[in-house]
């Protein structure tokens, strides 16, 4: 899983706090937001936004590991 998402990056790219805009991949972690892309929970919410039982629904880059 990526390291901790920066706030510039929460608001600019994730769009935390921006309703259906703000990125379905986003995740709490243990060190803070971090980005499902990549990672085992990527189908799951894939899923879920397929099936259209998530409220957030943006998909706003390819990876937070792809940035840096």
Do not use: Q, W, Y
């Given at each position: 899983?990526?390291?901790?998402?920066?706030?510039?990056?929460?608001?600019?790219?994730?769009?935390?706090?921006?309703?259906?805009?703000?990125?379905?991949?986003?995740?709490?972690?243990?060190?803070?937001?971090?980005?499902?892309?990549g990672?085992?929970?990527?189908?799951?919410?894939?899923?879920?936004?397929?099936?259209?039982?998530?409220n957030?629904?943006?998909?706003?880059?390819?990876?937070f590991?792809?940035?840096?």
């Amino acid at each position: 899983m990526a390291g901790k998402i920066g706030e510039d990056h929460l608001k600019s790219v994730c769009k935390l706090g921006e309703g259906e805009a703000c990125c379905s991949f986003l995740m709490m972690g243990g060190g803070g937001f971090e980005c499902a892309k990549g990672t085992p929970f990527e189908k799951p919410i894939r899923d879920r936004l397929a099936e259209g039982t998530m409220n957030a629904k943006g998909d706003n880059c390819t990876g937070f590991d792809s940035l840096n």
